[in-house]
């Protein structure tokens, strides 16, 4: 895979969580993820920097308004900020957006500040 990186001038890890395993997996899953871009980084001069592409919902494809909970938003935003990574890219589906939109911005409401 060393080729491929040495062709991107940043890596974008996907921290993406599932519903399907506890908090605390879900915080090591990050941890291991965010470690392993950080080991991949060092091997290059300077280091490459690290955007971990993540989201603020758990399957916006099947579920409207099913958001991660303060663990796995801390998880996801937090923890990477912890560990020096140099920025996070929330990201999602257009799909149903229309839909969602309104349940998004409560939920943005709601967690303002989040991990602070």
């Known amino acids: 895979m060393m080729f491929i990186f040495n062709e991107s001038d940043a890596l974008y890890p996907s921290i993406y969580l599932g519903s399907n395993a506890t908090s ?9 993820v965010l470690n ?3 080991r ?3 091997k290059f001069t300077p280091p490459k920097p690290i955007y971990a592409y993540t989201k603020i919902e758990y399957d916006p494809l099947k579920k409207i308004n099913e958001f991660y909970n303060e663990d796995d938003l801390c998880s996801t935003i937090r923890q990477p900020a ?6 996070i890219i929330i990201w999602s589906s257009s799909r149903n957006i229309t839909l969602r ?7 943005m409401k709601k967690n303002d500040g989040i991990g602070s």
Do not use: N
Not at 101 to 107: D, G, K, L, V, W
């Open 24 to 32: 605390e997996e879900r915080f090591l899953y990050v941890q291991a």
């Open 36 to 38: 392993e871009a950080r």
């Open 40 to 42: 991949i980084s060092k």
């Open 82 to 87: 912890d560990l020096g990574i140099d920025g």
């Open 101 to 107: 939109c309104p349940h998004i911005q409560e939920e």
